[in-house]
């Protein structure tokens, strides 16, 4: 579950965790009473020692007004901390649903290119059977070699995006380490190359340790 994932190893809750737990000492640090001082004192008169206790009372008013204070600073704290749980899971799920998107698109892509491929090999081999021009063979090859390009644009895309979804759960971002699984429906056993494995995409292979990841 990549929400969950996000909600216990991400960086941003303990920080608004933090914030909560300092808050609620400031609490405490109101309630309470100041300490009493207790102090000597020498002369040269006689009684030469004098003891002296100092007792804060504080106006019932005024400590009344700084609890306040620290009670609404806590509650403030308690809706921030709120906000930031949902603002993960927010962002943990947009994230996920966009790397399966880029995922789904860059399949296409690698689709598009092997049919464009496959369009440029059948063009030259009517030219060579007569039965198409120099001009048609060169149009396929365009068009082979943009929907290549486009192809590599959209698994880098991919990739991109799933180091992104990585940052956001807690996961380092500087290799593949999840593979993505959409939950509303049933994972197939072996999905195709190279997006059955997230590392090999675009000759691109670093190594992968597999975690599967489910949205929701």
């Given amino acids: 579950d990549a929400v969950r994932t996000a909600l216990e190893r991400g960086a941003r809750l303990p920080l608004a965790q933090a914030d909560t737990a300092v808050v609620y000492a400031q609490l405490l640090a109101a309630r309470a009473s100041e300490n009493p001082a207790f102090s000597t004192v020498y002369s040269k008169a006689v009684p030469q020692y004098h003891v002296t206790v100092d007792v804060p009372i504080a106006y019932p008013w005024i400590k009344r007004g700084r609890v306040q204070t620290a009670l609404a600073a806590r509650t403030a704290a308690q809706y921030r901390y709120q906000f930031e749980r949902a603002s993960i899971a927010l962002t943990a799920d947009t994230t996920y649903t966009r790397v399966l998107a880029a995922r789904a698109h860059a399949r296409l892509s690698q689709r598009n290119a092997k049919d464009a491929d496959s369009l440029r090999r059948m063009a030259t081999a009517r030219r060579d059977a007569g039965d198409a021009s120099d001009l048609e063979v060169e149009l396929a090859g ?75």
């Fill in 142 to 216: 365009v068009v082979a070699d943009q929907q290549a390009n486009l192809s590599a644009a959209d698994s880098l895309a991919y990739l991109s995006s799933l180091l992104d979804l990585q940052s956001v759960i807690g996961l380092a971002s500087t290799r593949i380490e999840i593979v993505p699984t959409d939950s509303l429906i049933a994972p197939p056993v072996d999905e195709d190359a190279p997006f059955g494995n997230a590392a090999s995409i675009s000759g691109v292979t670093p190594g992968v340790t597999r975690v599967a990841l489910r949205s929701g």
